[in-house]
């Protein structure tokens, strides 16, 4: 799995976006970029994957540079309830495990 | 999406005893899962894979014989602490793939709730 870099924290204002960028420089061509996010003492939620295209559902965006090497989550109206760890994941094939980085704690406030 | 569910969630026991957590996929079957630890402020570390039918495998540095992995059933993947101590203090989350994707495809997997084990 290609390695994966976030910022440590980021903090963003209840009903802003909230942009959380990854980069992924190593990924291979057929290696998706999953974001996983983690409440406090909560098992990881699963928020949306991309391949190359961008993706949108109804908790977030992914936008995909061209070239691959780093993204963005987006979500659109933060909430309190967002406060989490955010996971930024770089693999591969399914059947295998997600490794996890350090993540990016993002703190949203009113 | 599909439930993991684990069990139990919070336990405390006393140094040099054996406690057993379990992980069920709820609506769907899982031939693999998955098992983490995470210690404070850190992030997940994945101890070992689970596979039905067949022996775990363990990452590097995880002690087969201390954390005991059984996966007998499409449904069911348990956890043994043997000999528990202090230091196997954590937070033990257990995740299982989405059996709908198709081999080779992205990855979704789903995550239970964790077990935040205390050994005193």
């Known amino acids: 799995d290609a390695k994966t870099t976030q910022p440590t924290s980021m903090d963003c204002a209840e009903g802003r976006a909230a942009n959380l960028p990854c980069n992924h420089s190593?990924?291979?061509?057929?290696?998706?970029v999953y974001w996983y996010r983690q409440i406090h003492s909560q098992g990881p939620q699963y928020i949306i994957h991309?391949?190359?295209n961008n993706e949108t559902n109804e908790m977030a965006s992914l936008i995909i540079t061209e070239d691959r090497k780093s993204s963005t989550l987006i979500l659109p109206h933060a909430t309190l309830r967002d406060t989490a760890v955010y996971y930024c994941?770089?693999?591969?094939?399914?059947?295998?495990?997600?490794?996890f980085g350090k993540g990016t704690t993002l703190s949203v406030s009113s | 999406g599909a439930v993991v569910s684990q069990h139990p969630s919070r336990v405390i026991c006393k140094s040099g005893t054996s406690v057993k957590i379990e992980c069920r996929s709820l609506?769907?079957?899982?031939?693999?899962m998955f098992w983490y630890r995470q210690f404070p402020k850190q992030s997940l570390m994945l101890m070992a894979t689970?596979?039905?039918?067949?022996?775990?495998?363990?990452e590097q540095g995880v002690e087969k014989d201390k954390f005991l992995i059984n996966h007998a059933s499409l449904t069911l993947s348990t956890l043994t602490v043997t000999s528990a101590h202090p230091e196997d203090s954590s937070f033990y989350i257990c995740?299982?793939?989405?059996?709908?994707?198709?081999?080779?495809?992205?990855?979704?997997?789903?995550f239970g709730p964790g077990t935040r084990l205390t050994v005193l």
């Open positions: 995740s299982a793939r989405d059996p709908r994707v198709r081999e080779g495809t992205y990855n979704e997997q789903f």
């Open positions: 190593t990924i291979s061509g057929n290696e998706y």
């Open positions: 991309g391949l190359k």
């Open positions: 994941i770089a693999g591969n094939q399914a059947g295998t495990a997600l490794i």
């Open positions: 609506d769907f079957q899982a031939t693999t």
């Open positions: 689970s596979n039905e039918g067949s022996k775990a495998t363990y």
